[in-house]
């Protein structure tokens, strides 16, 4: 059976918070508050504005997932899509998951009219920008700049 790809459910959310704290730990050495994190995954299915998730499944096992988000932009009239969170098990890695959920991702944000993709990449994860690279996905001439305002966003 080949990668099937579905919109992920509040029963999902134990796999998701811990694929998001293996991300967070394989990319930047951090290790998330467990709390926090699967109030943050709940977040998304309490508020649908927020975004989406998306599974990818082999043969009924999930393997991993991604989050989409959105950004408005007032000089395109349109919405940007983000994804974030990206994680594929690693038994499952270079088997064509993450291209499905980018496919899908593509499909659903042109049939909902958005203007683009984006996502943002740790700048020392040089495999990861490789598959970006892969899938058409170019570097934007834009620098990311942060401020955090609450203890919980650590």
Known sequence: MPLQIRTATPADVPALAAWNAAM???TE???LDGATLER???GVFEQPRRGFYLVAED???AVGCLLVTYEWSDWRNGDFWWIQSVYVAPAARRAGAFR???AEVARR???AGAVGL???VETENGRAQATYEGLGLQRCHYFMYE???AESAL
């Open 24 to 26: 967070a730990w394989e």
């Open 29 to 31: 050495r951090k290790q």
């Open 40 to 42: 943050g995954v709940r």
């Open 59 to 61: 043969d009924g096992t």
């Open 100 to 102: 499905a959920l980018y």
């Open 109 to 111: 944000a042109a049939a």
């Open 118 to 120: 984006r996502l943002y």
């Open 147 to 149: 401020a955090l305002l």
